[in-house]
Nanobody, 125 residues
């Protein structure tokens, strides 16, 4: 089993930045695709960014491309989401997710088996 714990959310003004972190338990972190998803009030959960186990493959949602950067440190079992130029429409609960070990790269939420509890990001206008 994998446990995920997000941190770094908060309240920020439009144009500001936040860095989310997600710490994972276990010894197979480097074999898992890691993803960030978000869910705004009244909306469905949506994909934000994903990174392969080695970091060689990365994908972003069009809505965050050029503003958000996903990265990982396998030595620390941690994945990050650097969010710059934040907009009010980025307001949501952000979730970290992990696939099963050695699973293929995916941006579909149903491919992810482990989820964190979420961290709130609020961007004021």
């Amino acid at each position: 089993q994998v446990q995920l714990a997000e941190s770094g959310g908060g309240l920020v003004q439009a144009g500001g930045s936040l860095r989310l972190s997600c710490a994972a338990s276990g010894r197979t972190f480097s074999t898992r695709v890691m993803g960030w998803f978000r869910q705004a009030p009244g909306k469905e959960r949506e994909f934000v960014a994903a990174i392969s186990g080695t970091g060689s493959t990365i994908n972003y949602a069009n809505s965050v491309k050029g503003r958000f950067t996903i990265s990982r440190d396998n030595a620390k079992n941690t994945v990050y989401l650097q969010m710059n130029s934040l907009k009010p429409e980025d307001t949501a609960v952000y979730y970290c997710a992990a696939t099963r070990s050695l699973r293929s790269f995916s941006t579909a939420d149903y491919e992810y088996d482990y989820w964190g509890q979420g961290t709130q990001v609020t961007v004021s206008s």
